[in-house]
């Protein structure tokens, strides 16, 4: 093969790597977020603020979600023993769907001291899409449960969505539609869910388009390198006479 038809052939390859690239990439976004929250406790209001994490494993016909808290939340005058505080949560859809998502988790599984931040444990549930289209994910709220008393924690700040996928419902229904999604939570934390489905793994941080900007480079450094390439053998061609 000769070397100016060598060259396009490396360029094709290139341009259809980058394509494939483009077409895998993951549809969709996920961020940390702060949230600001006010927490009603039996002894009163306090505030705390937590980075969020929501991400989405794709499991059948629907989503596990988890819901990540960073830093500690709230705290109790007195200690409380191992399985003593139990946490519940709801998630905000917004997008093409509407409603709210209700995760669960397991209770403590160490003492917690007294005016202690009380760090909450990974919460999940599984959410159905109910409209085709992109969905987002906002923290909503957070209650604790201990020692036979209920604190609520609500967000202030209007926090940003911490996820964001673009679903498809069963039946393909359209984003029109007046039926949100449906959705149950789960007991126990994400890391102890032996059955959900680890293939459609989503990013946990970091812009939707990282993957995209990765194929595009990619692929933008093998055609710079091809069009050296053919530029070379063009130039050391003896000039016709």
């Known amino acids: 093969m000769s070397y100016p038809k060598r060259t396009a052939a490396l360029a094709s390859a290139a341009a259809l790597a980058g394509s494939a690239v483009l077409l895998g990439a993951p549809a969709a976004r996920a961020d940390v977020v702060d949230v600001n929250y006010r927490c009603q406790t039996p002894i009163g209001v306090k505030s705390a603020v937590s980075p969020i ?17 960073q830093k500690g939340v709230s705290s109790s005058p007195v200690e409380l023993g191992k399985g003593a505080m139990s946490p519940s949560a709801t998630i905000k859809l917004g997008g093409a769907d509407s409603g709210t998502l209700a995760v669960s988790g397991p209770a403590n599984t160490a003492a917690i001291p007294a005016n202690t931040p009380i760090r909450i444990s990974d919460l999940s549930g599984t959410y159905t899409p109910g409209r085709s289209g992109k969905v987002t994910f906002t923290a909503g709220t957070l209650t604790i449960k201990a020692l036979g008393t209920t604190t609520t924690c609500t967000p202030t700040n209007s926090p940003k969505p911490s996820l964001t996928l673009d679903v498809t419902a069963a039946g ?3 984003s029109a539609s007046s039926s949100g999604g449906s959705s149950s939570s789960s007991s126990s934390s994400s890391s102890s869910s032996g059955g959900a489905s680890t293939a459609g793994q989503l990013p946990q941080t970091g812009p939707e388009d990282s993957a995209v ?25 003896p000039a016709r006479r």
């Not at 900007?213 to 061609?237: D, E, I, K, P, S």
């Open 53 to 69: 994490d929501i991400k989405g494993v794709r499991n059948g016909g629907g989503y596990k979600i988890t819901m990540s808290w």
């Open 213 to 237: 900007a990765l194929g595009t480079l990619g692929g933008t450094v093998l055609l710079a390198g091809a069009a050296g390439a053919l530029w070379l053998t063009r130039r050391n061609q």
């Open 172 to 174: 393909g229904g359209s």
